[in-house]
């Protein structure tokens, strides 16, 4: 694969999970390499590979400012702004699915990020389900080894027919294969789904079955967005067109409580804290069900707007 100079390799914009809120965010990537996906931003996008020397010399940039307070005019400010807060303990990999990155480069990468800083503590990456199954579970664990701890997978759906119109990529049984795969490797597995994603015609079968695939893939921390229509995007076409109709606030809320209701897990600490949300509810499952059922049952019940986050809150 052709290396992309750093001249060439745009860096991009701070695209995270929650939890990665303290982290450092190293760009090893662009875009997205499942680049369909009708509901996302990156539709369309074009994948870019940062070369290794890059990387690395952004780590020396990285150890040099840490160790001697030292900056490399070169890099951009926000190397520096990230720099001052951060606490050594864990790097987020950019960008949208960065374990798609060569694996020797990557394997190359990771022992070099923990030569530089070996009190880190987890190194996490957005993943696609197809760069899991790309990868062997021996190859997996070697980047366990390297500190990879934690790896973000967009499920969506369990519903096959929504994850063929949304142009996902895999269906149901492809993506439980790929959350067992980061599981038998001992790598911690947080996913998310989207409530909503199948519009109103297909709310309840999409709600079913995407408590059936977080059953079966028994996760570590599982989170629940709700879809925002970004303009430009193919599902906002199809809105704008007439061929798509979202389902309402308090019918998220069914649709979420339907996935609390029926998913079953081992340990899993399931939320809704995305700023999409229209209700936050959080806590572990098993054992905070019944605590959230009654939450959303509440609210459901009351249907008080007053209750729900307002629209010019909500963000991706």
């Known amino acids: 694969m052709k290396k992309i100079g750093f001249m060439e390799f745009q860096r991009p914009e701070i695209i995270r999970p929650p939890s990665e809120h303290d982290s450092y965010f190293l760009p090893l990537t662009s875009g997205c390499s499942n680049n369909s996906c009708t509901f996302c931003n990156f539709n369309g996008s074009k994948l870019k590979i940062r070369g290794i020397d890059e990387v690395k010399r952004e780590i020396d940039a990285m150890a040099l400012y840490i160790v001697n307070g030292i900056r490399v005019p070169s890099f951009p400010e926000i ?12 790097v987020f990999l950019q960008d949208g699915d960065a374990l798609v990155y060569p694996f020797p480069g990557l394997r190359e990468i990771l022992k070099y990020l923990n030569g530089k800083f070996p009190e880190l503590e987890r190194i996490g990456s957005y993943a696609t389900p197809q760069d899991v199954l790309r990868r062997t579970v ?23 027919e929504i994850l063929a119109k949304v142009c996902k990529g895999v269906n149901h049984d492809q993506i439980v294969e790929a959350g067992r795969k980061v599981k038998d490797a001992g790598i911690t597995l947080s996913v998310t789904v989207i409530l909503g994603l199948a519009g109103v015609e297909g709310s309840e079968k999409h709600a079913l079955e995407t408590a059936r695939i977080l059953t079966e893939l028994d ?20 809105f704008k067109h007439g061929e798509f109709t979202p389902i309402s606030p308090f019918d998220s809320l069914r649709e979420l409580k339907i996935i609390v209701e029926k998913s ?15 209700l936050t509810i959080r806590g572990r499952l098993p054992g905070d ?9 509440d609210v459901l019940a009351e249907r008080d707007p007053a209750m729900l986050r307002p629209e010019f809150f909500r963000g991706l």
């Open 219 to 238: 996760p570590d921390f599982a989170g629940a967005l709700t879809l925002m229509l970004s303009p430009g995007t193919p599902l906002y076409k199809q």
């Open 138 to 160: 021996d190859e997996l664990r070697d980047l366990k080894e390297n500190k990879l701890g934690i790896l973000y997978m967009g499920v969506e759906s369990g519903d096959d």
């Open 79 to 90: 190397v520096y702004a990230l720099l001052q807060n951060w606490d050594g303990r864990r």
């Open 264 to 278: 079953h897990f081992t340990d899993c600490f399931f939320s809704s804290m995305h700023a999409s949300n229209y």
């Open 289 to 297: 069900k019944s605590r959230i059922l009654k939450q959303l049952e």
